[in-house]
């Protein structure tokens, strides 16, 4: 029976920084593609939701509220991705404490009404999976038929995790 109770507490001991431990991100299985596939948040870590962040005036001298005032879908991608940068770090996070991403994007008119997901991979990619910064999010991307302004084909929101 001691040697039972003994067990016992060993095993939960052993257990306890399991519990306690970073956030655990699952990849895709049998793929590289470079979003996490599950996301796993301990007991007692912060979540932080970040409002939708949309992309910055690319080109100053296009016409105003166009398309190539913001740019195509990557630009507008970076863009967005650099404003959520910028909110994380003012609040004392980075883009590897991202555990959740939601992207809507607009079909680019250039592309027939069709979505750019390459675009916007391209973007993404520089912020995400890369040596610097490997830490992947669990992510949704769909089109929508517009955002708040008529030139913006990017608008992402994320979720961040305070270490």
């Known amino acids: 029976m001691t040697r039972s109770i003994l067990v016992a507490a060993t095993l939960l ?3 306890a920084p399991v519990a306690a431990s970073d956030v655990v991100r699952h990849k895709l299985p049998n793929s590289n593609f470079p979003i996490a596939g599950a996301v796993e948040v301990p007991a007692g870590k912060t979540l932080v939701f970040v409002s ?4 910055p005036i690319a080109d100053a001298n296009a016409p105003k509220d166009s398309i190539q005032a913001y740019g195509d879908t990557k630009t ?3 863009g967005a991705l650099g404003n959520i940068e ?3 770090k ?4 980075t883009m590897g404490d991202v555990v959740k ?5 607009v079909g680019d008119p250039a592309k027939g009404g069709k979505l750019d997901m390459a675009g916007f991979t391209a973007a993404y990619s520089q912020y995400f999976g890369t040596a610097a910064q490997p830490n ?4 949704s991307t769909m089109q929508v038929a517009a955002l708040v302004s008529p030139a913006f084909l990017v608008e992402i929101e994320v979720t961040a995790v305070r270490p």
């Open 136 to 139: 992947l999010p669990a992510r």
């Open 13 to 15: 001991a052993m257990a």
């Open 52 to 55: 939708g962040a949309v992309p």
């Open 90 to 93: 003012a609040i004392g996070l």
């Open 86 to 88: 910028k909110q994380l």
């Open 76 to 78: 507008q991608a970076l």
């Open 101 to 105: 991403m939601q992207v809507f994007l």
